[in-house]
């Protein structure tokens, strides 16, 4: 077997890897996401807008 090749489990080690930082982003994305919808039901509630939270 070749020494410069990638074994199974150097690449599963990669890609576990990879989905954490996926992960991470999106988990980031997700707060971001979260705080714009926030600022807007504050904003329509100033404007005296009933609205229903979307937000869990």
Known sequence: MNSEAE???????KLEDEN????TE???L????R???ARHEISMI?????????ID
């Open 7 to 13: 074994t199974i489990y150097e690449r599963v080690a």
């Open 20 to 23: 954490a930082l996926l992960r």
């Open 30 to 33: 997700k707060k971001a996401f």
């Open 46 to 54: 100033k404007k005296g807008h009933d609205i229903d939270s979307i």
């Open 35 to 37: 705080n714009k919808i």
């Open 26 to 28: 999106i988990d980031i």
